[in-house]
């Protein structure tokens, strides 16, 4: 599956039918949808705009949490417990695809084919 970028609005979507609306904080697809709390659409956000390619724990943290009070005191201590909890929403709404851990790097997001 690949993701496309909306020329005006810069959304994301595939061609199999996945919709991410990163202003909306939802995700759409053929069979449901999910609404985001703000984190989570945030780290969503990240791993859309870097589909394909693993994203480090630094950088998912400084993309979440940059220039907020919320700045977690062990990077990758939050990046691991939102991750989980982001995978767990996405899991519980049958979303097509999941977020891999790449051991001691970061995470990438998968997509069904």
Excluded: Q
């Excluded at 053929?30 to 950088?59: K, N």
């Excluded at 993309?63 to 201590?77: C, Y």
């Amino acid at each position: 599956m690949k993701l496309h970028v909306c020329p005006r609005c810069e959304n994301r979507w595939s061609d199999g039918g996945l919709y991410i609306d990163m202003d909306g904080c939802r995700a759409l697809w053929r069979a449901g949808e999910i609404r985001l709390p703000p984190i989570a659409a945030r780290m969503m956000s990240t791993l859309v705009r870097a589909y394909g390619r693993v994203v480090r724990y630094e950088a998912l943290a400084e993309a979440v949490w940059n220039g907020t009070n919320a700045w977690p005191a062990s990077d990758r201590d939050a990046v691991r417990v939102s991750i989980c909890r982001l995978n767990h929403r996405l899991r519980a709404a049958r979303f097509p695809g999941a977020i891999r851990n790449v051991r001691g790097y970061g995470y990438e997001l998968m997509l069904a084919a």
